[in-house]
């Protein structure tokens, strides 16, 4: 049974204990909680894959105390990297940079590793503290709904050794992901951070611009055909009022954002409805629910992670 402990001094104490041990622990970040292990350890690595059931195609981001720490990862660090990092770092960015070449692959099967400074501080406190880069995908099992309490943690990953509580997550959904490796920053994971500030501080980026298939190898996490997942069916339509509800598995519950009557009813602003989307999957998932009815978001820019995570949920 994983061990929830307060973020103190002792906390901390055991967790890099536990890290230095090549062993994982749970942690808050500003956007989901990771599952952390010593990134250039195999023994460590090995142990997120098997807990989170994980593809080994599915790389992992790794997580470093500051831009420094970032810059001893990689062979090459663009100057494109030094303008986003020293905007948005610490913060829900995610860089794909040229990895070191005496450093072994984080589950990307090319020369590449996406890195990122949280915001979080207890993420922030445990870097510093174990002194080691970790890699932290979201801690839960694989496909499923990224926690963001402590409490989804130990439900979906009841064998964690230890989960450092910090409390709900600000942002609620992943770091957006830009792979900085080319000419133009490439897209690979919309997230937490909108597309227009990234263009703001950037010019052009380029988007995605085909599905990759499950199997195959990828740059960035979050790419899967199916992925942020309940256990109940989740379908998205235009107006929940106006489906046939006759062929469905019940009990059947309905997702919205304000405006319409719904089970769960989140915010219509995108960031607010970013923040409280896992969390409300979580709860009509232990409410047993059977079917979930999830009202289309708007097909506007300001929406897309948003967009992309019911999409691969109702994959």
């Known amino acids: ?24 622990v749970a942690f808050p970040t500003e956007t989901v909680y990771g599952l952390g292990a010593h990134a250039f350890s195999e023994k460590a690595v090995a142990e997120i894959y098997r807990l989170k059931n994980r593809p080994t195609w599915n790389p992992l981001i790794v997580h470093v105390a500051d831009l420094a720490a970032a810059r001893e990862l990689t062979d090459e660090w663009p100057d494109r990297a030094d303008e986003l990092a020293g905007r948005f770092w610490p913060g829900p960015l995610t860089l794909v940079v040229r990895r070191a070449a005496h450093l072994p692959g984080i589950g990307a099967s090319n020369d590449t590793v996406a890195v990122r400074v949280p915001a979080h501080p207890v993420a922030l406190d445990l870097l510093r503290a174990s002194g080691l880069p970790l890699a932290a995908p979201s801690a839960n099992r694989s496909e499923g709904i990224s926690p963001t309490t402590a409490g989804h943690v130990v439900r979906s990953l009841p064998d964690v050794p230890l989960v450092l509580d910090g409390g709900t997550c600000s942002w609620g959904i992943e770091s957006t992901v830009l792979d900085v490796t080319g000419d133009v920053p490439r897209l690979l994971r919309p997230g937490a951070l909108g597309l227009r500030i990234l263009r703001d ?49 019940e009990p059947i519950a309905t997702l919205v954002y304000e405006g319409t009557d719904g089970t769960e009813v989140l915010s219509a602003d995108p960031r607010e409805y970013a923040a409280d989307l896992y969390a409300a999957l979580h709860r009509l998932d232990d409410a047993g629910v059977a079917t979930i009815l999830v009202q289309e978001p708007p097909q506007t820019e300001d929406w897309l992670a948003v967009r992309d995570r019911l999409s691969r949920a109702a994959a």
């Open 1 to 24: 049974m994983s061990g929830l402990v307060a973020p103190d001094a002792e906390g901390l104490r055991r967790a890099v204990e536990i890290l230095r041990a090549d062993s994982v």
């Open 201 to 249: 501080a950037s010019g052009t980026i380029a988007l995605p611009e085909s599905e990759t298939e499950d199997g195959v190898a990828r740059p960035s996490p979050g790419m899967s055909r199916r992925h942020y997942a309940p256990r109940a069916r989740a379908i998205l339509c235009k107006d929940v009022r106006d489906v046939d509800r006759s062929g469905l598995a």
